[in-house]
């Protein structure tokens, strides 16, 4: 005689979803901001003879930087989340989440 798994329990035992969110959209001059997970970041357009390669992402208060190489088919971040876990990094996932909600 087994004990049921309590389903709803194990639901809300997980982490809860990412949020992210526009601080300021990114503007003519390739500048905005953006918050993930509560952390608020400065975002450059990077370019190469016009083209975009990617985004940096300088997080607040701190002035840590991340480049996002968004050439390939699957984004490539520099922070140690992508890097030595090899996967996709919230960086990754929050703005490629805020620049498809705005091409909406
Ligand atoms: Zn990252």
């Not at 005689?1 to 526009?22: C, E, I």
């Not at 390739?30 to 993930?36: K, N, Q």
């Given at each position: ?22 601080i300021v ?24 003879n016009g ?54």
């Open positions: 005689m087994g004990v049921l798994p309590n389903r709803r329990h194990q639901r809300q035992s997980k982490p809860a979803t990412d949020t992210y969110r526009w959209t990114i503007d003519e001059v390739d500048a905005g901001a953006l918050e993930i997970n509560g952390t608020i970041y400065d975002v450059t357009v990077l370019r190469v083209a975009v390669t990617g985004y940096r992402l300088m997080k607040q208060p701190d002035f840590k930087v991340y480049d996002l190489d968004t050439t390939g088919e699957q984004w490539k971040c520099d922070c140690p989340d992508a890097t030595y876990r090899e996967r996709e990094c919230k960086h990754i996932r929050g703005l490629r989440a805020l620049l498809s909600a705005e091409a909406k």
